[in-house]
């Protein structure tokens, strides 16, 4: 192979490995298991596990039909797979996002979910209208970050199962979305 060609190639295929690409590493977020995998479909759960931080549509579009459940929800991931943290009203809850490659534009949030009716609960904890944020200097607050659980839940994530943090990216362009969701109940 002449040099050049090969040079053309190994940048071609550099450029392609650059897609987006982050997942939340703490807390520990919501994972695989035996649910997810007949819940949501062979295809996808094996697909989505090659990578636990690639987008979404990727999953969605090699499952075709047999995708069986809202991959938009967690990724897909389900609560019978894992448990839920206690936090308390007012508690400061630190995250860490592991930002394997990142693409502007995007924008990006992060919320609780009301997991029954797929809603959220108030306003985003945390949202930025461009993501990653491209002036960030280290510690970077777009990946090292707290939110604040709201005082004035009451009941609606009383017990596991019911509510979610869920970290949301979506890199405009590529049209790709990241999510993470981390279980969690109050107790006032
Ligand atoms: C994040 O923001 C987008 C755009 O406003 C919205 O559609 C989406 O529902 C939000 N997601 C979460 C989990 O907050
Ligand atoms: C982006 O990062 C810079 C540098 O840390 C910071 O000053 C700025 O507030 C950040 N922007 C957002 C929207 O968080
Ligand atoms: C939460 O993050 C903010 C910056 O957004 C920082 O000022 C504050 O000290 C942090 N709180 C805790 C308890 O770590």
């Not at 894992?82 to 930002?99: H, M, R």
């Not at 992060?110 to 200097?137: E, M, Q």
């Not at 979610?164 to 590529?174: E, G, S």
């Amino acid at each position: 192979m002449v040099p050049s060609l090969l040079g053309f190639l190994t940048i071609a295929i550099a450029a392609t490995s650059v897609l987006g690409h982050a997942v939340v590493k703490v807390p520990t977020p919501r994972g695989a298991g035996s649910y997810y995998t007949q819940r949501c479909g062979k295809t996808y759960a094996e697909y989505m596990e090659k990578d636990r931080a690639g987008p979404i549509e990727d999953g969605v579009a090699k499952a075709g039909a047999d995708l069986k459940c809202n991959a938009f929800l967690c990724r897909g991931y389900q609560y019978e797979d894992n448990s839920a943290t206690e936090y308390k009203p007012g508690q400061v809850i630190d995250f860490k996002v592991d930002l394997i490659a990142g693409h502007r534009p995007g924008y990006a949030n992060v919320s609780i979910v009301d997991l029954a009716n797929n809603k959220i609960i108030g306003s985003p904890l945390r949202s930025w209208d461009s993501y990653p944020n491209a002036t960030a200097t280290t510690p970077r607050s777009d990946i090292n970050f707290n939110v604040t659980i709201p005082r004035n839940l009451g009941t609606v994530c009383s017990t596991g199962g019911k509510c979610a943090i869920q970290w949301y990216w979506y890199a405009t362009r590529n049209q790709q979305t990241y999510e993470s969701c981390v279980d969690f109940y109050v107790k006032s």
